[in-house]
């Protein structure tokens, strides 16, 4: 579902969740959650494999300035050209971070009276840490 509430999570608190729903019970008896996890094992720990490091981490910063803010990190799937739901960087630390699957993607910082810094990154299936894009906003209103 789109826009909804892990894309709210995820946007923004940074945090990734999912739902997964095996069975019409909202409770299932406990005499078939045996049934359940023989049916589901395999894809519930090839999900768990699933490479979270995939994506891209950061700062964003103002030149010669030390404030913490908040940022808008907008990625664009060059391939389909989707724009993916944005998230926000920490105000307490003005880190962000994205996940992302293999591909090329547009990725572009706003912030209240800065000019929008964008940049371009290739993801790859391999990756065994997030690519690094930090953003330095040089003509920013005080």
Known sequence: M??????????YHGV??????????????ASTLDRYWADNRDALLAYIRVPL??????????????DTFVARI???DVATDTKLVDVRSDPATN?????????QFVVTASA????PR????????????????LFEFSECVL
Not at 53 to 66: E, F, Q
Not at 95 to 103: D, E, M, S, T
Not at 112 to 115: K, P, R, Y
Not at 119 to 131: G, L, M, R, W, Y
Request: glycine share 10%; proline share 6%.
């Open 112 to 115: 209240d009276g800065c000019a």
């Open 16 to 29: 990734f969740g999912i739902t997964l729903e095996l069975s019409e019970r909202k409770w299932p008896y």
């Open 95 to 103: 880190a962000y971070h994205r996940l992302l699957p293999p591909g």
């Open 118 to 133: 964008q940049t371009t990154v290739h993801i790859t299936a391999d990756q065994s840490e997030p690519t690094a894009v």
């Open 2 to 11: 789109y826009h909804g509430m892990q894309d709210w999570n995820y946007a």
């Open 53 to 66: 490091h995939n994506g891209i981490r950061g700062h964003v910063s103002k030149h010669g300035r030390n």
């Open 74 to 76: 907008s990625v664009t």
